[in-house]
Structure formats: structure tokens, C-alpha cells
């Protein structure tokens, strides 16, 4: 069984992909601060080690076939919270990661990138397209993937592959409700009104964890020479979603009838994105839709396997936890409350 180095596996889509990794036949190894707690259940086959992705060892990766690199602020609201933070971490960890990696001699490293580096842009983009990052979030994405092609320019023999993937939705053992289907979800089963992001008119592509985490599969099983070098957008053309569609797809999804109330400014962020390349190199579908993923999470809060609380919505959680690290400072300037 091949070792797999999953960062932040114990995340929003790691606590997912580390368990579709060992029903495919791969061990895994778990690097996670866990923010959010511990979200995958114990398993021979997956270990588990605590520590920031700023302060990896090459022990960390010590007899692993591949690193598929997770960690990260999440989001692009999350990722204004502390720009200077986002980038250590969503850029500078990562590519000091690519390069242990290399040394290693790891053989595949998969980066876990985002579409949010298109920005806004009219047309449909493909992964030859420009980028137009609008937020320290899509910024970093864009440096983590450029140190990581660097390495190829460089002579590594280690398999380089960028996934941008779609907008993420979907039932998670480590849930999160700030995503726009999740959060439409959440709105619509405890209020009977969807929250929409002003004017509803944006777009986005969508996809489902279950199906990101497919990918990433598909990625380890593929041979060396198709994915080397290569930006994949992950996600489907079906899935090009205005916000106010979606919203209409999670009322299917719910049986419910389509009710909404506006939130927040209008939104900057807009793109269409091309999916082609990655249905044709790894013959990459969908399972899910839109309306599905909603149904499933309403039924998860309906019988309490899920509860919303601030550790299920990113930037909540992560504002407190950037309170509580100043009120320590504050009052243990030297390591010590009492």
C-alpha cells in the first residue's frame, strides 16, 4: 500500500479524501494543526501527526509516494483576516513543502489551488486563460502554483500537478456553512429563506467534495506523464452556476419553495470556467449535483449529524481564534498566565 501525505486532512475535504484514499487501497498520513478537530475516525491506515504546515520536517514525508497539499486558510473572506498570515501559509509553507518534497524524492505532489484565481472575467476560462486574483487568497493560490512549476524548471524528478478546483459544497465530517450551497442549505432548513449574496447574478462553478476527492484519486492513479506540469480546473461544465441559480437548486433539493433574502455587498468575484481538460486526461465525471449535496445536508441537520455552530463557519472561527492569540499576548507577554 502506497503512503499518501495528506496536509490538512483532517479539513473540510481532507477528512473526506484521507477515507476515499484508504478504500482505494492507500495508506495515509494526516499533517493537520487540527483548528477544527480531529474530523476522521481512527483507522490502521491512517496516521495522524499534529503540526503547522510552517514548520515541516523531510521526516514528515519519510517513505511516501506522493503529497496531496490541502492546508490552508480557506476562502477568500477567511484569507483577509491576517493577508500577512494567508500568505506564510497558503504560499511560503507550501512552497518550502515543494521543495522537501523534492528532496524527498516523493514522486507525485498535487496542489490543491482554487478557480477564485480567475477572478472576474467575462467568457468561459480554461486553465490556459489569464488570471485575475482579487484577494490575498487567489494571490497566494497563484505564487503556491508558480514555486511549484519552478521546481520542474529546476530538474526535479518529482511529478508536479495544480488543481484548481470549483467552489466546494457537500456534507463533511469537518463541516463548513460559509460556503455558498452549504450556507443557502443551513438558511433555507432554519429560517424557510435562502441567504444570497448580492445581486445573485455571479458565477461560479460548483463541485462536490466527494468529487474533488475523486479527482485527487484519479490523479495518484494516473501515470506520471499525463498530469506532470499540468493546471487542472477541477469541476464540470454543468456546474457553471449563477449564485441565484443555486439558490433555486438547494430549494429543489430541500422541497421547499424558492424564498431568499439579500446579504452583504455586491460581489466582485465572477468567473465561468472550462472544465474539458480534465474529463479528457482523466476521464474525470461528476457524481453529484447541486440539489443532491443540498438534500443530503438537510437531511444530516434534520437528524443531528450535523450542528451549525461557530466552529462550522471558517471565518468566525478563525477570528476567535485570532482574538484569543492577542488576549495571551496580552497577558502572558512571557509564555505564562499565572
Avoid at 180 to 204: C, F, H, S, V, Y
Wanted: with cysteine.
Amino acid at each position: 500500500m502506497k503512503l499518501i501525505v495528506v496536509t490538512g486532512g483532517s479539513g473540510y475535504i481532507g477528512s473526506i479524501l484521507s477515507q476515499l484514499l484508504v478504500s482505494s487501497g492507500y495508506r495515509v498520513r494526516i499533517l493537520d494543526r487540527f483548528f477544527f478537530g480531529d474530523s476522521v475516525p481512527d483507522n490502521q491506515f491512517i496516521e495522524k501527526i499534529k503540526v503547522d504546515s510552517r514548520f515541516l520536517s523531510i521526516d514528515h514525508l519519510t517513505g511516501a509516494y506522493a503529497v496531496l497539499d490541502l492546508a490552508a486558510i480557506s476562502n477568500d473572506p477567511a484569507g483577509e483576516l491576517d493577508p500577512i498570515k494567508t500568505l506564510d501559509i497558503n504560499y511560503r509553507a507550501r512552497r518550502r513543502l515543494q521543495e522537501l518534497a523534492s528532496d524527498a524524492k516523493i514522486e507525485k505532489y498535487i496542489l490543491a489551488s482554487s478557480c477564485s484565481v480567475y477572478g472576474f472575467q467575462e467568457g468561459t476560462l480554461d486553465e490556459n486563460s489569464p488570471t485575475n486574483p482579487l484577494t490575498t487568497y487567489a494571490e497566494a493560490n497563484i505564487r503556491a502554483e508558480e514555486s511549484a512549476l519552478q521546481l520542474l524548471e529546476k530538474g526535479t524528478d518529482m511529478s508536479v500537478t495544480l488543481f484548481r478546483q470549483a467552489t466546494m459544497y457537500g456534507l463533511s465530517p469537518r463541516m463548513r456553512f460559509d460556503l455558498a450551497i452549504n450556507g443557502m442549505t443551513l438558511g433555507l432548513w432554519e429560517n424557510g429563506t435562502i441567504p444570497m449574496l448580492r445581486d445573485g447574478k455571479q458565477w461560479r462553478p460548483m463541485i462536490h467534495i466527494r468529487d474533488t476527492s475523486k479527482a485527487f484519486i484519479a490523479a495518484l492513479d494516473a501515470d506520471k506523464d499525463k498530469i506532470n506540469g499540468e493546471r487542472f480546473n477541477v469541476g464540470s461544465n454543468e456546474q457553471n452556476y449563477q449564485i441565484m441559480q443555486c439558490g433555486e437548486l438547494v430549494a429543489k433539493g430541500l422541497g421547499k419553495p424558492f424564498e431568499y433574502t439579500w446579504y452583504g455587498e455586491p460581489d466582485h468575484r465572477s468567473y465561468q470556467v472550462n472544465f474539458d481538460k480534465i474529463k479528457k486526461v482523466l476521464g474525470f465525471t461528476p457524481d453529484w449535483s447541486a440539489d443532491k449535496g443540498a438534500a443530503e445536508i438537510a437531511e444530516a441537520l434534520e437528524s443531528g449529524a450535523v450542528k451549525p455552530n461557530e466552529i462550522t463557519k471558517t471565518v468566525s472561527w478563525y477570528s476567535s481564534l485570532l482574538e484569543w492569540e492577542k488576549r495571551i499576548k496580552d497577558i502572558a507577554p512571557d509564555g505564562y498566565v499565572l
